[in-house]
């Protein structure tokens, strides 16, 4: 959907702040091309609001504080009502798909619905997820992204923590709650969690 461009203009400007190696506009457009095919392929249900969801989901982000995804939710709500008061967007989904990334790596495929609703969650918080079964190269550049996003903690504890969370994400039976993810990048997944654990950070 076109934006106004003043809109368009304050998403930017979020991104920008702070400089970000990995959550920037670069990572939006990944998604927004996983947008296009998942809209050229199964369809969205609502793809305004899982748009905008993508646009706003990583717009307030500091990697020393735990509640980036609602201040996301909140300026994307503030956001909508200023720049899109009369489209009819549902502001309340576009805050609850943003909400959901906080929980990523937790949810499984069957805590939403089997409806078309549920459908447009598995596949935007697959989207959020895919670069795990990108190439090689891209992982590698996205691991050490967030390792320079987190450079503010101890080498350490930091390397404890993220080799913590890949091999939680390996573990599971799911890494992908979409049947379609799920066939096109979890192998490929988990040869890359495989070789992130074994690195030394």
């Given at each position: 959907?076109?934006?106004?461009?003043?809109?368009h203009?304050?998403?930017?400007?979020a991104y920008e702040v702070p400089p970000r190696a990995y959550h920037s506009m670069t990572h939006i457009a990944s998604l927004l091309q996983l947008?296009?095919?998942?809209?050229?392929?199964?369809?969205?249900?609502?793809?305004?609001?899982?748009?905008?969801?993508?646009?706003?989901h990583?717009?307030?982000?500091?990697?020393?504080?735990?509640?980036?995804?609602?201040?996301?939710?909140?300026?994307?709500?503030?956001s909508i009502v200023h720049w899109l008061p009369d489209a009819g967007i549902d502001v309340p989904r576009v805050v609850e798909l943003i909400r959901l990334t906080a929980a990523h790596g937790?949810?499984?495929a069957s805590d939403f619905g089997q409806?078309?609703?549920?459908?447009?969650?598995?596949?935007?918080?697959?989207?959020?997820?895919?670069?795990?079964?990108?190439?090689?190269?891209?992982?590698d550049a996205y691991d050490r992204g967030i390792a320079s996003e987190y450079r503010h903690v101890p080498r350490w504890l930091y390397a404890l923590n993220r080799r913590r969370f890949?091999?939680?994400?390996?573990?599971?039976?799911r890494i992908f709650l979409d049947d379609g993810f799920h066939a096109r990048f979890d192998a490929a997944a988990r040869h890359n969690l495989r070789r992130a654990i074994t690195v030394k950070r």
């Open positions: 959907m076109a934006l106004p461009e003043g809109l203009d304050a998403l930017v400007a947008f296009d095919e998942v809209a050229a392929g199964a369809g969205w249900h609502q793809p305004r609001e899982v748009h905008l969801a993508i646009l706003f990583d717009a307030v982000y500091d990697a020393r504080r735990d509640d980036n995804e609602a201040r996301s939710a909140d300026l994307a709500a503030a937790r949810h499984t409806d078309a609703a549920g459908d447009d969650t598995r596949r935007f918080l697959d989207c959020d997820m895919a670069i795990l079964g990108a190439d090689a190269d891209t992982f890949l091999k939680g994400l390996l573990a599971r039976e």
